[in-house]
């Protein structure tokens, strides 16, 4: 890695040392300020200093560089130039702010450091200037309270105490009540603390201060909650963050004075309109606290809460031509934060807002069509994932709302779940496989673990940008803030709305799109694709190469895939189809006949059923491919084990339970998912091979005369590794082919091809694919196969392995490249030696994970298959890997 030659990087007074590009280098609020400097805009002058300066002083044990301070202090000394004020200052004093930055907004990091540089002196001075001893006293007690939090590691309840305390003897009810003098009193207090605590005053030297905070920033990389936030979102240790030292400006100097954040979109819908809040005389943190009420920043019809529109319009329109520039420069939907002092406007902070998936696609389709970007940029804006939201259920129209409290829509979507009211519990429940909605009176950066596991989250105080909400909306669960009925108890582990006790464990519901709290669990409906949705579609079907088919056993599940826009079935589970009551007994009774006889009587029973189950899959997918999969039936899960259902097939087959009993006991398998299934049934069986290509072609039959399309089916052979079993299996499928259309005087086209789900298969590809017209990668074998681990056993150590760093991810969820990877791209490659065109299909649960996708994408595969819902996840990611490929995008 080439470092860079120097640690600092400064910004303000027009011009910077970086910008936008150097993310990594600055992280992104550093490089955004530098950004914006050199567009011309109105930037508190500052100075970042490097990523790289953090993973050197990791490196070297917490030492700096030794050029590091000559750099800080002639950047120091810049911003005295441009602010006239200098360090220590009996008139003019120096305050900065410090802020961590890195690459990605983290919210486990630490919290900004705001008036760094106040002290017994300063504070004095700025009490001079601003000709308001109330407001530099209350700033310099902020001050106190927050260093001596983050850097000293004084907990900040020691400082609400003493306040609370000094309250409570005078009888003040509000902190705004509180007079300079009280302040200084309260520091007084505040002090004598910290040396009791410390053996040391609270440090007075700029210089001190100064170094605390920067190594605190620094520090907080490594803090339990920024390395559990870097775990849950993939964020590599050696990404550092940057420390990022600036001018500070006062949104709560006077009534000329305010504080603002907003959106250039809305963050819920997409829409093109300004969204946001305003808050006068305030600091920055009293927006994010939720604890006053914001004001809008436009005015609304008929209302008579009064907007920064309003109070304030030349600034409004000022900050409305900079969110249209930022727009414009970034080609995105931003967030600002600005201050306004003394009727001067600050932008503190822009960088690409965080959206619902709602609004993300909505956003990237409209940038496109107002020809911001072009439409493959618009299509790699939306993360495949995110669509999951979309697409689920929100709370049906006709349920019966029993509302037991109201607050703010904050992240949208609903959810129900056991009620918890800790990240333990959270976590507790979810281990025991119930789903929870956790409860907080507000959340924290602690709480992030049983956020990540909870369906939903509901807070009783907060607002829209606070942190609940902020961190629902980036993980895309459901959220509602400000419920402020709640009274949550939280030794009780209840909470009370009205007259109503809930406790933990009780259901309960949640509606992030409009706020409502319901009692207990509801029905949901599935959501109504947008426009949007349908033209992004449209342009992600444009560029992807791979074809999306769906996993379907039902016409109904063929359907719903066909309406997201599966374009074929991939694999249909002949063994799903006999779950059913109607014909469980007879696939039973076939199984464990002991002849062929006895075996071709049942058969004879579920000829006409699957026939017509062959024969509705192919209406539904008219004109499209279906590929078939001959039974694959792990024995275990036909079988009965328990008494009164021995007791009932027995019964149905008139068999004697004893001897029923010892047929079953006779035909146990030690690893059945290993054992007699697949291809290997059908050898030992072959009239079952025989009964379900008969259904198979005399469906196709019927259906394409039906339609008018012509179908050819795909049969698909399971769990061949052996080219002779294949060869055995679809000389049964091409005499019944024979014999069917001779039967009915119709020529049938079909394919016969094989799941490669088995090392030797894979590695027999070349062999195999002489008999195979396709192939169909089933990973989830493949993977169990490969490394010797059960799939059904592997969800209770898995997460031992990646906790422990073995593995970095579940390989039945996304595919292990290296190893099971390897298997495809021999297997393709062998099979396309032997068979030049022969068809290439993934249908294991890998086929509708993006990731895995993109691999498929490089390996060149025809197509992936996955299930109904996750088509269109599937079709996104398609594009994406397309353009990826094409290096049309990172
Ligand atoms: C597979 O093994 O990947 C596959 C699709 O088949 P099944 O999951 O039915 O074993
Ligand atoms: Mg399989």
Redesign the pocket.
Known sequence: MVLSSHWVFNFGGGKADGNAKMRNLLGSKGANLAEMTNMGLPVPPGFTISTELCNSYFAMGHVYPASLRGEVDAAIERICTETGRRPGDPDKPLLLSIRSGARISMPGMMEAILNLGLNDETVKALARETGDARFAYDNYRRFIQKYSDVVLGIDQIAFEEIIEDYKDERGVLYDSALTAENWMEIIDAFKAMILDELDEDFPQEFDKQLWGAISTVFSSWMNARAITYRHLHDIPEDWGTSAIVQAMVFGNLNDQSAVAVAFTRSQETGEKKLEGCFLPNAHGEDIIDGECKPLPLTHSEGSDVKSMQELMPTLFSQFLAICEQLETHYKDMMKLGITIENGKLWLLQARAATRTPKAALRVAVDLAKEGLINEAEAVSRVDPRSLDQLLHPTISDSEKRIVFAKGMAASPGAASGHLVFSTRDAEEFVSHGRQVILMRIETSPEDVHGMHVARGIVTARGGMTSHAAVVARGMGIPCVTGASALQIDYQEESVTSGSVTLRKGDLITIDGSTGDVLNGDVQMQNPELSEEFATLMEWVDNIRRLKVRC?ADTPQDAKAARDFGAEGIG?C?TEHMFFQDDRIFDIRAMIIATSEEDRRRSMDKLLPLQRADFEALFETMAGLPVTI?LL?PPLHEFLPNQPEDIAAMARALKMDEASLKSRIHAMHEFNPMLGHRGCRLAISKPEVVEMQARAIFEAAVAAGEKTGAPVQPEIMV?LVSIREELEFVKARIDSTAKAVMKEMGHEIDYMVGT?I?LPRAALQARKIAESAEFFS??????T?TTYGISRDDAARFIADYIKAGVLEQDPFISIDIEGVGELIEIASERGRFARPDIKLGI???HGGDPVSIEFCERVGLDYVSCSPYRVPIARLAAAQATLRRHQMIK
């Open positions: 996993n694999l589970r999969r694959d399971p799941m789900e990668f089933g990973t989830n074998d493949l169990q249908c294991g649960e």
